[in-house]
């Protein structure tokens, strides 16, 4: 039995790609495991992870077999009326297998199958040594990583993210020979660049960790986050204030450094008078710093960045850091400044020579539609219609200003800020920024009601114009992120619970939109607001999904088409409900038996049944209980208590059960076979009234 002892592969290489080093990294990872184990090779990952630096890739594993198992093989051979002729002797056919095979054909052994018995050839081969295999693994490993943009290094013909320039690989105590990438491989890595000169030799996988630590190098990304994330909150404690730490830009800071040491620094007060939004942008995107908060979460005068060394003079980093920073706050200020001689509101005047789309018009009459839309939303939603007028009028003001040219991401936010210095009220301004929400993935939605009015507006152009111009997502093709509009929309409408008509907005959007000029190739577009629906629909599925809705939930709600996508969300919650009772497997098997009674029928059914043609006893109980069912579930379906109406339905099982055992339904007579289809359709109807649980049966 082969023994198991632990790999080590460190690929050295010049610094790499922050964004891409991750993915680098797990594919590297990945791609050593999955071509040990297309091999045979036993082995134990447990824990093990991939583990990087800047200048490095490495995969680490706790145990890998030293040598494959034995290998098997067996080839089939002709079948006997075709090996063997009239006399026994074997034909050219099965001396030709046999030479193949490079074996006697007597030594051939027989299977049989559906066809009759054949010869087959079977072999064991002792399996390869580990150490001859990881030259080919390594290499296939790496063939198989997304380089973003192979570099070429010298004269070689071979290519990588970028320069290497040393290979570890260890099985054991023992260097596996091996050449990747232009280098040899050994035992000797490399420290910190600028702390520890020496080449670092690695005596063991076991101590790779420990050695590299040693050499100011933390190799393994969680201990380099770990590392950041404490220093970085005692200096901003040390300032009084706590350190903002987004996900993005600590990924990014671990991806830049192999010894991170946190160093805090501060500019002058007076750029505080500048949008917060706009200073945070150029720490966190230009310079990968980290603001410093105070309690209130307001921008204080503090900021960190992380060295990539611990210098002994700690002072001239944060001098430097300081140096970097000030020239692009002082140009936010300038811009800031300019733009609040010029104004808001002259800003929109600019709008009207910016194309927003070739078939679309400007950027000033998505304006005009959009107003008009947050006009009609705001009514519905119980909020004032002039200011949602307001509000969407100013709303893409901001584009023609300094600050946002600069700064895209600050659309909507520098907005709230022109609007306030222009005097518009609090609420008015807030949308302007709450429009663009949820700006990303996991991203809040608007949290005003008049900013949830212009989101929902501003969406509702985006897709019916999307479609009107024939810019339909195809593929991976979303020019105007459609399926990103979409979801936001469909988000805001379902978290913030306003009960908008959909049906009735989007065919609003659409008329908006209007007759549009033809395309190039001459062709109109339309949007159709089934379509849109449509749409929307497939984002909301995902999203159900990630909230762990079973997929038949959400069939059996979408069957319907609800209007409004705050009662589509009451029903899946009230499915969700109605599933985990004993009851809802049969009755949402008895509803999918009822649905397809009801598609054979070949007689006019009447809407209600007669109880009066009830005959049999089981026939008259299930008319009764349906009759009290329909009663009581008036009222709280009028009320959208869906979860009271299917719980108050869920008590008619036995009757249905006995219905179903005791009664013929295509009696004879025909009028009492359209009394029974009534009274079972009676009781199928209630059901959809809240969805179509029959989607719920296996």
Not at 154 to 159: F, S, T
Not at 419 to 427: I, S
Not at 476 to 501: H, V, Y
């Amino acid at each position: 039995m082969s023994t198991q002892l632990p790999l080590l592969i460190e690929l050295g290489t010049e610094e790499l790609p922050v964004k891409a080093l991750p993915g680098l990294a797990r594919a590297f990872f990945d791609g050593v495991v999955a071509a040990l184990e297309k091999r045979g090779v036993a082995l134990q990952v447990g824990d093990a992870h991939p583990l990087y630096t800047p200048r490095r890739l490495v995969v680490l594993l706790p145990g890998v077999a030293t040598e494959q198992p034995e290998q098997r093989a067996e080839v089939l051979g002709p079948y006997l009326n075709i090996a063997l002729d009239a006399d026994g002797k074997p034909t050219r056919a099965l001396e030709g297998f046999a030479a193949k095979a490079g074996v006697a054909w007597t030594a051939l052994e027989r299977t049989s199958d559906a066809k009759g018995e054949r010869f087959v050839h079977r072999s064991v081969k002792p399996g390869a040594r580990t150490a001859e295999l990881l030259p080919e693994v390594l290499a296939e490993a790496i063939a198989g990583m997304p380089v973003p943009k192979p570099m070429r290094w010298g004269d070689h013909d071979y290519a990588f993210a970028r320069p290497v320039h040393w290979l570890v690989l260890l099985l054991g105590d023992e260097v596996v020979p091996a050449q990747v990438l232009g280098v040899a491989s050994g035992r000797s890595s490399r420290g910190h660049r600028f702390e520890h000169h020496q080449p670092v030799q690695i005596d063991s996988p076991s101590h790779y960790v420990d050695a590299l630590r040693a050499a100011r190098v933390l190799v393994d990304p969680a201990e380099r986050r770990e590392r950041i994330v404490a220093q970085a909150g005692e200096a901003a404690r040390q300032a009084g204030g706590s350190a903002r730490i987004t996900e993005d830009n600590l990924e990014q800071v671990v991806c830049l450094t192999e010894w991170p040491a946190a160093v805090l620094c501060s500019f002058e007060r007076d750029f505080l008078a500048v949008p917060q939004e706009a200073l945070i942008e150029t720490m966190e995107i230009n310079q990968k710093f980290f603001p410093v908060l105070d309690a209130a979460g307001t921008l204080t005068e503090h900021f960190i960045g992380i060295a990539n060394i611990e210098s002994r003079d700690v002072a001239e980093v944060s001098k430097g850091y300081e140096r970097v920073i000030r020239p692009r706050f002082a140009d936010a200020r300038f811009f800031f400044d300019e733009d609040l001689k010029q104004g808001l509101v002259s800003m929109g005047e600019g709008l009207r020579t910016v194309t927003y789309q070739a078939r679309l018009g400007t950027v000033a009459d998505k304006v005009a539609r959009v107003a008009a839309l947050a006009e009609a939303v705001a009514q519905q939603a119980g909020v004032d219609p002039a200011q949602a007028r307001r509000a969407a009028e100013l709303s893409k003001n901001d584009l023609q200003s300094r600050m946002v040219n600069e700064f895209p991401e600050l659309q909507g936010i520098a907005g709230r800020h022109y609007a306030l210095a222009a005097g518009e009220p609090q609420d008015v301004a807030l949308a302007i920024d709450e429009a663009y929400r949820p700006r990303f993935a996991r991203d809040a939605i608007a949290s005003s009601p008049l900013g949830q009015v212009l989101a929902v507006a501003e969406r509702l152009d985006t897709l019916a114009g999307g479609f009107a111009a024939g810019l339909k997502p195809t593929g991976n093709k979303d020019p105007f992120a459609l399926r990103r509009n979409a979801l936001g929309l469909a988000r805001t409408m379902i978290e913030s619970g306003l009960d908008l008509a959909l049906d009735d907005l989007l065919a609003r959007a659409i008329a908006r939109v209007g007759a549009l000029p033809a395309g190039k190739a001459g062709a109109t577009a339309t949007a159709d607001a089934d379509d849109l629906y449509d749409f929307i629909l497939d984002r909301l599925r995902g999203y159900y999904a990630d909230k762990g809705v079973p997929a038949a939930h959400f069939t059996a709600v979408a069957e319907l088409r609800p209007s409004s996508l705050a009662d589509f969300d009451t029903r899946i919650a009230a499915i969700g409900t109605f599933a985990a009772l004993p009851e809802a497997e049969a009755l949402a098997a008895a509803n999918k038996r009822i649905g397809n009674i009801l598609k054979k029928a070949d007689i006019a059914i009447p809407a209600q049944a007669d109880p009066a043609l009830f005959s049999e006893p089981a026939e008259r109980a299930l008319g009764e209980a349906v009759a009290a069912a329909l009663a009581d579930t008036s009222g709280p379906l009028q009320q959208h208590d869906y979860v009271q109406v299917l719980e108050r339905l869920s008590r008619v099982r036995p009757q249905v059960d006995a219905f179903f055992d005791q009664v013929m339904v295509n009696a004879d007579d025909p009028a009492v076979r359209a009394n029974r289809l009534a009274l079972i359709g009676c009781l199928a109807d209630r059901f959809r009234a809240v969805a179509a649980v029959e989607h719920l049966s296996g």
